[in-house]
């Protein structure tokens, strides 16, 4: 995000607001407090602010085909979760937003102060779909294949090492047969994206 006064006139100015949460562990005691900016998307005009918004999610019934080969085959499965997914990805629209509370609205010459904002942020309509095409460009520069059956479904394939991994928004499900080769992609993918 980047703080400035000089918004383009005719420009949508959304507003904002925090979502607040506590984290528990299992024993019910609290683990930590989280705060999250959240944009408000439903302020947003389709065809100036946004166009395309759909994202995909893998289908349950490749979750079911995959694990029921997973496990007749004995392959490791595993999971890893994108902290943050939606910060990640750069964002292609010019959008503005009004400070968040709390802070200052105005500038030293009292013009009112608005934020452009570089990445897709909670709230915003097309998130899900800037974060999913940054996730897929990911996959593909590692050589991993899209299926085109369900293209939440990807393979990977070398020397008689494979990958089948499964994309739920920020969550990824993975099946492989070489633990070395999972390790190797899981420390490329801490490397470009936090996980849990």
């Known amino acids: 995000m980047s703080l400035g006064s000089d918004v383009p006139a005719g420009a949508n100015l959304m507003s904002c607001h925090y979502v607040f949460d506590v984290k528990r562990n299992q024993l019910g005691e609290i683990e930590k407090f ?28 490749t979750i079911r085909l995959v694990l029921a080969l997973a496990a007749a085959l004995d392959y490791n499965l595993s999971c890893a979760d994108i902290r943050q997914a939606y910060l990640q990805a750069e964002l292609k629209d010019d959008l503005y937003m009004r400070v968040p509370p709390g802070h200052p609205r105005f500038d030293g010459k009292g013009r009112p102060l608005a934020l452009k904002l570089n990445k897709t942020l909670y709230g915003l309509k097309q998130s899900g779909r800037e974060w999913n095409k940054l996730l897929v460009a990911f996959l593909l520069s590692w050589n991993f294949v ?51």
């Open 146 to 196: 899209q299926s085109q059956i369900d293209v939440c479904l990807f393979t990977y394939s070398a020397s008689g090492k494979v990958i089948w991994l499964l994309i739920w928004v920020d969550d990824l499900i993975i099946a492989d047969n070489d633990p070395s080769v999972r390790e190797k992609f899981m420390d490329a993918l801490s490397e470009r994206f936090p996980t849990e």
């Open 34 to 61: 989280k705060a999250r900016l959240v944009a408000d998307g439903s302020t947003q005009k389709f065809g100036v602010d946004f166009d395309r918004i759909f994202s995909t999610v893998v289908k349950i019934s």
